[in-house]
């Protein structure tokens, strides 16, 4: 079967009466420093008029601000890409100079909470020998504690509150990761991005899913940024395809941007499918 799939992801926002939308900032696009090799990218908004202005920042995050002159009564957005799913060695591969950035600005001192200190202090943690298998423990204690849950509302919950509830969403156990590993002296930030992973139905059919997903990236040395999965305890892989890797969970949403108070509604649609050998 081929390694390569084409994902198709649009989100449609309709608003209650015509509104004017200040620019948006859309991070719906892999990082160039993404290991999954990109065969082709497309991004289509509506209104068609808006303008669609790409940047890109030093960590390699492309980004789209988009602009509309008139008031608009729905925003559309929609993304076709395709992918080389071929796996990889997460652990293989340079360190390139992107890489070798960790500044301090990824390692900020904070206050460590009693939560905190108790759940650096798992033994699995504490014997862990060499700094990878340390952050390999940390990843695999907080996927045995935290239990997933699905969350629709925004926001990311405090690393505090998620170890409170012992749940959260992939976002929230992943900024309680990036947060625990900065607490242990090692550079670490937040990535949002597309996963993309086969799955068993009832009649043993094995269908490919695609969601918006969150994990972390922690820099380990003679390695470089490596992600670790805290849904699933694993590190990232070939499905794991990052859009945006930011010091904050705030810096790497999807979609961002301000309109009028107003009425809004919103539909998501994600679809992934093989694609024949070319």
């Not at 423990?137 to 012992?166: C, D, F, K």
């Not at 699933?232 to 892989?237: I, K, P, V």
Request: proline content about 5%.
């Amino acid at each position: 079967m081929s390694s390569h799939v084409m994902l198709t992801h649009r989100t449609c926002y309709r608003y209650d009466r015509p509104v004017n939308m200040g620019p948006q900032t859309i991070r719906l696009r892999p990082t160039v420093y993404s290991r999954t090799p990109v065969i082709s990218y497309h991004l289509h908004v509506q209104p068609a008029d808006c303008l669609v202005r790409w940047t890109q920042d030093m960590l390699g995050n492309q980004t789209a601000c988009v602009e509309c002159a008139d008031q608009v009564t729905h925003f559309d957005i929609e993304v076709a890409l395709k992918v080389d799913l071929s796996p990889y060695d997460p652990l293989s591969g340079s360190v390139t100079g992107q890489e070798l950035f960790d500044g301090a600005e990824y390692t900020a001192p904070q206050i460590m909470s009693e939560s905190m200190r108790a759940l650096l202090g798992a033994q699995q943690i504490a014997e862990a020998q060499g700094a990878l298998n340390k952050i390999k423990a940390l990843n695999q204690v907080i996927a045995q504690r935290i239990h997933y849950q699905r969350r629709m509302e925004p926001g990311v919950w405090s690393a505090e509150e998620t170890l409170h509830r012992a749940s959260g969403s992939c976002r929230d156990s992943a900024w309680l990761l990036v947060t625990a590993a900065r607490h242990l002296g090692f550079s670490a930030r937040f990535v949002s991005g597309y996963l993309i992973q086969e799955e068993c139905k009832e009649n043993k059919l094995r269908t490919l899913n695609g969601d918006l997903h969150a994990w972390a990236q922690v820099f380990i040395p003679q390695k470089g940024w490596i992600g670790f999965d805290t849904t699933s305890g694993f590190l990232a892989g070939a499905g794991h395809i990052p859009l945006a890797v930011a010091n904050t969970p705030q810096d790497a949403a999807p979609v961002s941007g301000v309109l009028d108070c107003c009425e809004a509604v919103f539909d998501v649609f994600m679809q992934v499918q093989h694609l024949p050998p070319q």
